[in-house]
């Protein structure tokens, strides 16, 4: 089994988002590049009452597209979710820059073939200035194959930024 539910941007940009929100934390992955899991207590804290969540997702913070948009401000910012089990499963992504939606949301369902531009999260990470170099893909050049679960990635040298 495969879930991940996780904002991906440079570490700076990922400050400006999580701000005063102490049971966030940063993982780096390279490429200048670190994730913020979308661990319960993150998604409560960020969650507006009332308010419309992120469509295609499935763990979005209520209004959290607002979020991400104006932390785009300071650097390109990517959602993204996964979750796989026996190698069957979906993938979606959308990438915010400058205030706008330059990426998605980009949706691959289950059973659908891989797009020939690549899955939604190697896409989103494209955008972000992933190179895949001599990797399968941009998911395989930051390693976001190495936990299997959202909340593994808290177990792995997490810092506050």
């Not at 650097?75 to 499963?89: D, K, N, Q, R, S």
Request: aromatic share 6%; hydrophobic share 40%.
């Amino acid at each position: 089994m495969y879930c991940l539910q996780a904002v991906i941007a440079a570490k700076p940009v990922l400050s400006e988002l999580i701000g005063s929100v102490e049971d966030a934390h940063v993982v780096p992955l390279g490429q200048q590049l670190s994730l913020l899991p979308m661990t319960d207590v993150l998604f409560d804290a960020l969650t507006v009452a009332g308010a419309p969540e992120l469509d295609g997702f499935r763990k979005t913070p209520a209004r959290f597209d607002r979020a991400l948009a104006a932390c785009s401000a300071h650097g390109p910012v990517a959602y993204v979710e996964a979750e796989y089990f026996g190698g069957v499963g979906t993938q979606s992504a959308q990438v915010w820059d400058g205030g706008e939606v330059v990426l998605g949301p980009v949706c691959l369902a289950e059973g659908q073939p891989d797009p020939s531009d690549g899955t939604p999260i190697s896409q989103a990470l494209r955008r972000l200035g992933v190179a895949k170099g001599n990797h399968v893909d941009e998911f395989d050049a930051v390693a976001l194959g190495r936990h299997r679960d959202t909340d593994d990635w808290l177990r792995s040298r997490s810092s506050r930024p």
